[in-house]
């Protein structure tokens, strides 16, 4: 790919440039772009896999390298939004999921696979005694919500403003229209004080408090332990059921980030990689509260789904904790994750730009900031849209594959030279671009 020309005077200037060699170098994703705009609306069927001014088309993929339809090559520093733990094709995913698939895949009836799951789930994460598995990591989240609401008898959940819990579960800027009608109350993450007197004012209604004990698509925002801990205290006191979203950091160690921490909630809900990169949500949780979904008590609650334990997600499941994502390397894997933003911020600092990057192991996000980032409230500023165009623009000129809001996930085939060359990309970026803001 072309390396930029160093002529870039202002910020509208370097972004017309980018666009420019942008479109010139993916002719054949822009002109797929229209034609999927046909029978699909806006192009795509996930509203994030747009940015300007066209997404690429993904013909390819194996271990941590992505191909798109115009032939690049790129390392995949995405990995699927977290979905990717085990990078493309994984031959032992692969491998477990052919076997599965030869016995037959559709049996209405319990299987083998998920009650191995199951196991495997609740001998990771402390808060799991039982488990229920979903399609999604959405559905999971609707599930605990609807669950606690059932067996508090209570109305509302507490969120957290600029939340991201799935598709119908946003509470960020423009997330109102589509968001499943449950009635919630909301305060600032990482904001104690003005938490506990949200949570007093509601305590009666309150059902569940649910959050992501490190915030990932609003920015991956490390939560205070003080501030978590206060929350599994003052859920306690008042009945309420407390909520981990692991949906995304359950891979930030054996157990998650609820061991990591050691703060464990009454229920946790997970998707992502735990199905072995296939459709995948689960629900677990204490036994006295995940007692209510056995079919066998009178009052039940009723849980179904065709593809609840479909075969080859559960069998991909079990491969992924068993050979691949095991204890060991869940902490070894992320301890070098740690390594690696280290060396990115070392990068920002020595050349005195304001960008940090921010996040947990595995999980990291790019900011155009030197300030604190507590909460949603702290990402947005000024010129930072433009300045992550720039940004993804010139990484995935380079041959990096990202997110446009500067979200990475990291997913274990990726090698030294993969990080060796982000680290000079974004090197790179920050040597020329680094005047502009
Ligand atoms: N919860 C969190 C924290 C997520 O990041 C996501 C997806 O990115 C979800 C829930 C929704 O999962 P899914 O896309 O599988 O519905």
Redesign the pocket.
């Known amino acids: 790919m072309n390396t930029p020309a160093r002529s870039n005077l202002d910020l509208v200037t370097a972004l017309q440039d980018a666009e420019r060699r942008y479109t010139e170098n993916n002719p054949l994703s822009k002109q797929r772009f229209p034609q999927a705009c046909e029978h699909l609306p806006g192009g795509n069927t996930r509203s994030l896999m747009y940015f300007s001014p066209f997404p690429l088309t993904i013909k390819r993929g194996e271990g941590a390298k992505l191909w798109d339809i115009d032939g690049h090559c790129y390392s995949d520093f995405l990995g699927e939004?977290?979905?990717g733990l085990y990078g493309h094709s994984h031959p032992k995913i692969v491998t477990a999921i052919q076997q599965a698939l030869a016995d037959g895949f559709l049996f209405g009836g319990p299987n083998l696979y998920e009650t191995r799951l199951a196991e495997l789930i609740c001998e990771r994460f402390p808060s799991c005694e039982m488990v229920r598995f979903c399609?999604?990591?959405?559905?999971?989240?609707l599930l605990a919500l609807t669950a606690a609401r059932a067996i508090t008898g209570r109305s509302h959940t507490l969120v957290f403003q600029g939340?991201?819990?799935?598709?119908l579960?946003y509470f960020g800027h423009g997330g109102e229209t589509m968001q499943a009608p449950y009635p919630t109350v909301s305060a600032v993450y990482n904001d104690l004080p003005g938490t506990l007197a949200v949570i007093e004012q509601h305590a009666k209604d309150l059902a569940a408090i649910l959050l992501?004990p490190m915030?990932?698509?609003a920015g991956c925002i490390q939560a205070d332990k003080e501030f978590l801990q206060a929350l599994r205290d003052t859920a306690t006191k008042h009945g309420i059921i407390l909520i981990f979203?692991?949906?995304?950091?359950s891979r930030l160690g054996p157990g998650g980030l609820q061991e990591r921490l050691g703060i464990i909630p009454d229920m946790s809900?997970f998707?992502?990689y735990l199905g072995g990169g296939l459709?995948?949500?689960a629900l677990g949780g204490r036994e006295h509260l995940m007692a209510r979904f056995d079919a066998r008590r009178p009052d039940a609650l009723t849980h179904s789904g065709t593809y609840n334990n479909n075969i080859p997600t559960m069998a991909a499941g079990v491969a992924g904790l068993t050979d691949v994502f095991t204890a060991e390397v869940a902490r070894s894997f992320n301890a070098a994750a740690d390594a690696f933003r280290e060396r990115l911020n070392g990068i920002a600092r020595q050349h005195q730009v304001r960008a940090q990057f921010t996040g947990v192991g595995s999980l990291l996000a790019m900011h155009f900031t030197d300030q604190p980032i507590r909460c949603p409230q702290d990402v947005d500023n000024g010129s930072a849209p433009e300045l992550r165009t720039l940004f993804h623009l010139f990484m995935l000129e380079q041959g990096f594959y990202m997110a446009r809001r500067g979200y990475m996930t990291l997913s274990l085939p990726l090698e030294a030279s993969d990080y060796d060359g982000f680290a000079k990309a974004f090197e790179e970026f920050v040597s020329l671009h680094g005047h502009l803001w």
Request: charged share 15%; aromatic share 10%; hydrophobic share 30%.
């Open positions: 939004y977290s979905a399609n999604s990591g959405t559905e999971a989240n939340a991201y819990h799935g598709s579960l992501e915030m990932g698509a979203d692991e949906v995304m950091t809900t998707g992502k459709t995948f949500g």
